[in-house]
């Protein structure tokens, strides 16, 4: 899957481990939770987690962190699984849920609570909170803190039991309430919840929070470098701590790193968010095209390919910051340039009559289907008296650099002929609603007998052979950069025309595509066939817009 070599500093890393004998194989993991579908943040971890398994012959787990039975369900982990697959990770026989590890994590519990290294508490949540102090004051020992072990293994039971209310004791590690990281003030490792779980039905009632259960997650499949983002680089002292303190139980002493997530410019990616957006319907699914998870993009055409580049260009830090989605669609033309098929297709359609071109004929001219592959052939298109042209590619009074059609200039509709613009009709609204054009019956393929030149070439269709399509022209999600800043409510910040639908006139060859092909409609940009296609509705997603200024920096960039 690494479709360039890459180097960064967890793979410098990793090399030193390597060669110092540290391990003599790596295991890398992602671990997500099933609590909302996979965005692109989730991809560039997937691309990290699972190209070091492969660049250094190693392994590769994807690991459910099912610990949180509140907002998880069946149906995200069938759609993680459909995602990292798609992304082109192989996890093979390691798929594994941190609800099988239950038991152990309890067991390690136990152990803690022997030690004296755990304790149960009574205190409610708003107490934990005050007694935990602040980032410049220090924190203020529970009266719960030295419960015998004895007292605490019983009331720990209890917990498990089901004995008490969610909320009214919690099993916290014993550390340090003065310490300078406030998260190793007697964090919380388990909770009550009267929850079932997705897996383990009504066998829990209580459940290990992520600070603790992590960990030991890693340490149980042996993992041997566990990355995550950056906000986690504060929690590191903990999970270094869970894993010392409980090196007996557990069969190896994984090593976390931190990298910077990956933050896209224009739209939001916390899950809580996009369940949001879902939820109250300001997109259509999770996998509307203009959300940024996995399957939208899939559904608006993106391939994995161009996914993953983008994650290999982007790079991995330790530098929080914004990326531009103009680099994410730079890598979608580059990667659709070499693979999209071309078509006619008219967006802005207004009818050109060839005055000179007997009524009834029609003609087929082979068209390209991909000028970037040799072995793309060609197809027919229909050309007869009547088509359609772009409203823009013709002007009245236009000025003499405008190389399309105004009245008495020649240009070459392409494949077919050159045409020379005579008059354009208007209606009463002075609406261009008809142009007149003649044709050269001399230049059949484009191309003047006698060698003048014609420099503008505009694409058409033919109006009695073309095909109406549903277009669906999307446009950033949100309207600025950061959505979240300066607003009470990032919804704020949603852009009001996002989704433009229009009604567009195509060749024929375009209303049989199937669902999820990409094509070019040349001078246009990319579009795909989505899933809402019928064979009565054709309807295409624009995935990306022709060529932005930026492809031109991002190239000199790679020089
Ligand atoms: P939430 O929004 O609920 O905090 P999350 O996005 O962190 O969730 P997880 O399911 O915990 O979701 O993420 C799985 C893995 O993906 C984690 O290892 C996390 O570090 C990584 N990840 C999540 N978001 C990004 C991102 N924007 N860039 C890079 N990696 C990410
Ligand atoms: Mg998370």
Not at 167 to 195: C, F, Q, S, W
Not at 390 to 397: L, P, Q, S, V
Request: glycine share 6%; net charge negative; hydrophobic share 30%.
């Amino acid at each position: 899957m690494s479709d360039t070599p890459t180097t960064d500093f967890i793979r410098s890393i990793i090399t030193e481990d390597l060669d110092n004998g540290k391990h003599d194989k790596i295991i890398t993991r992602f671990p997500p939770e099933p609590n909302g579908y996979l965005h692109i943040g989730h991809a560039k971890s997937i691309c990290l987690n699972y190209g070091i398994s492969q660049d250094f012959n190693g392994q590769f787990h994807l690991r459910f962190d099912d610990t949180n039975p509140s907002k998880e369900e069946t149906e995200y982990v069938e759609s993680i699984k459909k995602d990292v697959e798609w992304l082109g990770a192989e996890w093979g026989e390691n798929l594994f849920f941190a609800s099988d590890y239950f038991d152990k994590i309890y067991a390690c519990a136990v152990k803690l609570i022997k030690d004296g290294k755990a304790y149960v508490c009574d205190l409610t949540p708003e107490e934990i909170r005050e007694f935990r102090g602040t980032l410049t004051t220090p924190g203020k020992e529970s009266p719960y803190r030295n419960r015998s072990v004895e007292e605490n293994l019983e009331l720990f039971e209890k917990m498990k039991n089901g004995e008490f209310k969610e909320g009214e004791k919690v099993l916290r590690a014993k550390i340090d309430m003065t310490h300078t990281n406030i998260h190793m003030r007697d964090p919380i490792m388990y909770r009550i919840m009267h929850t079932e779980h997705h897996r383990t039905g009504e066998d829990w009632n209580i459940y290990p929070m992520y600070d603790f259960a992590h960990p030991l997650e890693d340490a149980i499949e042996s993992i041997t470098h566990s990355i995550c983002t950056l906000e986690f680089e504060i929690h590191r002292p903990l999970y270094d701590w869970f894993i010392e303190n409980l090196q007996d139980e557990l069969p190896s002493q994984p090593r976390q790193i931190e990298f910077a997530r990956l933050n896209l410019g224009y739209t939001v990616m916390s899950k809580r968010k996009l369940l949001e957006l879902v939820q109250n319907n300001y997109v259509s699914g999770w996998d509307d095209p203009r959300m940024p998870t996995i399957s939208g993009m899939r559904r608006r055409g993106i391939s994995a390919e161009a996914i993953r580049k983008f994650c290999s260009t982007i790079g991995v830090t330790k530098f929080n910051s914004m990326t531009d989605p103009a680099l994410l669609e730079f890598c979608i033309r580059e990667d659709l340039n070499v693979k999209a098929q071309r078509r006619l297709a008219v967006l802005d359609p207004v009818k050109v009559i060839v005055t000179n071109y007997p009524e009834g004929q029609v003609e087929e001219f082979g068209a390209i289907n991909n000028p970037e592959d040799p072995e793309g052939g060609r197809r027919m298109v229909k050309f007869s008296r009547e088509l359609y042209i772009e409203r823009a590619d013709f002007m009245e009074d236009a000025p003499r650099k405008f190389f399309r059609l105004t009245e008495g200039k020649e240009v070459r509709f392409k494949y077919a002929y050159l045409l020379t613009c005579t008059k354009a009709i208007k209606d009463e609204n002075g609406e261009i609603t008809e142009i007149h054009c003649t044709y050269d019956p001399e230049s059949r393929g484009g191309s003047a007998s006698d060698g003048r030149k014609v420099k503008g070439t505009i694409h058409w269709v033919s109006a009695e052979h073309c095909k109406e399509a549903e277009i669906r022209l999307y446009d950033r999600l949100f309207s600025v950069e950061n959505p979240d800043e300066g607003v009470e409510d990032y919804k704020e910040n949603l852009n009001p025309d996002s989704l433009k639908v229009i009604k567009a006139y195509i060749e024929e060859a375009l209303a049989e595509e199937e669902v999820g092909t990409t094509v070019q409609f040349e001078r246009n940009g990319y579009f795909c066939v989505d899933s809402d296609s019928t064979k009565d509705k054709v309807v295409y997603n624009r995935t990306v817009a022709m060529r932005s200024s930026w492809d031109k920096i991002a190239k000199n960039l790679k020089k």
